[in-house]
């Protein structure tokens, strides 16, 4: 006999109303949002909410992704500094490191 059943999903709302179907059939059903979209949806609440920040990020990217030229350039003016990490909007906390 199975005492509770979970249901792991990324909170998208028509898997919400599907859960919500399948709840008569598994009344014990507990609803549970998958840990890395929980984290994902946090890092674009934190996005939203640094505006400025944000823009500072997506400009520096701009930068130095696709230009050797800029990279090298840099690290002959500052050979101590390391280059900043290239944030992936896809990855999930990127943009927060």
Not at 34 to 39: G, I, N, S, V
Request: glycine share 2%.
């Amino acid at each position: 006999m199975v005492t509770s059943c979970f249901f792991v999903i990324d909170a998208a709302p028509y898997i919400v109303k599907a859960g919500k179907s399948i709840q008569a059939f598994y009344p014990k059903m507990v609803h549970i949002t998958c840990l890395a979209h929980a984290m994902h949806r946090m890092a674009e609440e934190v996005r939203a909410n640094f505006s400025q920040v944000d823009s500072l990020v997506s400009k520096t990217k701009k930068i130095f992704v696709k230009a050797p030229s800029r990279k090298l350039l840099f690290k002959s003016m500052a050979p101590r500094v390391p280059l900043p990490p290239e944030p992936a909007i896809i990855r999930w906390g990127t943009w927060i490191d």
